[in-house]
């Protein structure tokens, strides 16, 4: 898939191997971003695939170019993501099964208190309003530029700088009295 006019035509025509193509490149970020939000592995997958569906039913309609593409399918995430929170509040899973869900293979010893730090973060950022905790995850989980993340939340480029700063001194604030 050489020529990117070529591909994105062809995914909006629905073309199975344009699709699979585009399975491949998003579904692990896609699924991280959604259980770093939830911590619910299962929520996680719906949510994927319910993205996925969404997006082959929204493609013919995309504007742009593929340089758009990532911005398109994230921005897609994020509004199945709020209608998973405007719906009634389900039981979390325990810690044990999100660092399970995180990285299934048995971590090393020495590894062990990086990833419960790193689960004590998502677990204060999962508990900031929105838009702050999808601006956090998109560009500490999966490392979306400033620009990319407005983009996708459709917020101007310094209110992305703004909240990033307030949701890194607010996470210090709360971190720093456990430590």
Not at 35 to 55: G, I, K, N, P, S
Not at 89 to 104: F, H, L, N, T, Y
């Amino acid at each position: 898939m050489a020529d990117d006019d070529s591909l994105l035509n062809r995914l909006r025509r629905g073309q199975p191997e344009a699709c699979e193509w585009l399975l491949e490149q998003f579904k692990d970020s896609l699924f991280r971003f959604f259980v770093c939000d939830h911590r619910d592995y299962h929520l996680a997958e719906e949510q994927t695939a319910e993205t996925f569906a969404q997006l082959i039913r929204s493609l013919p309609t995309m504007r742009g170019s593929q340089n758009q593409l990532r911005s398109f399918v994230f921005s897609i995430a994020r509004h199945v993501q709020l209608r998973h929170w405007r719906r009634p509040r389900m039981p979390r899973c325990d810690a044990e099964s999100a660092r399970a869900v995180a990285d299934p293979q048995s971590l090393p010893e020495h590894q062990l208190a990086d990833r419960e730090e790193i689960n004590r973060i998502l677990t204060v950022i999962s508990e900031f309003e929105s838009p702050l905790r999808e601006i956090l995850l998109l560009r500490f989980v999966e490392e979306h530029s400033v620009d990319e993340i407005g983009i996708e939340l459709a917020l101007p480029h310094g209110t992305v700088k703004s909240h990033i700063h307030r949701g890194i001194v607010r996470l210090r604030a709360l971190l720093s009295p456990a430590e």
